[in-house]
Nanobody, 115 residues
Framework: QVQLEESGGGLVQPGGSLRLSCAAS????????MGWYRQAPEKERELVAV???????NFADGVKGRFTLSRNSVKGMVYLQMNDLKPEDTAVYYC?????????WGQGTQVTVSS
């Protein structure tokens, strides 16, 4: 399995930007899917963006055109660049990795978009 550590969350005004980073350690060569989910208060955890088997990232409809996902597979890193942030993007963001049919999660990092 892998251990995941997020960084880069914080408070930002609407229209601002943040970059989240996730560092994987452990069995990173067996990661098949890696990316980000988020959970807002009183809501279900939802996909934000992930790299899957095909290599191209998949994005939630609500973040397309505003968020980009990049990675360094050799180092086990994935990055989420978030631009034009909106109050509805406020949530705890979790790094996710699938390894050998098991889901792995980071501790989460808070992103708050507010004026």
């Amino acid at each position: 399995q892998v251990q995941l550590e997020e960084s880069g969350g914080g408070l930002v005004q609407p229209g601002g930007s943040l970059r989240l980073s996730c560092a994987a350690s452990g069995n990173i060569r067996s990661i098949t899917t890696m990316g980000w989910y988020r959970q807002a208060p009183e809501k279900e955890r939802e996909l934000v963006a992930v790299f899957g088997w095909g290599g191209n990232p998949n994005f939630a409809d609500g973040v397309k055109g505003r968020f980009t996902l990049s990675r360094n597979s050799v180092k086990g890193m994935v990055y989420l660049q978030m631009n034009d942030l909106k109050p509805e993007d406020t949530a705890v963001y979790y790094c996710y990795a699938r390894v050998e049919s098991r889901d792995n999660w980071g501790q989460g990092t808070q992103v708050t978009v507010s004026s």
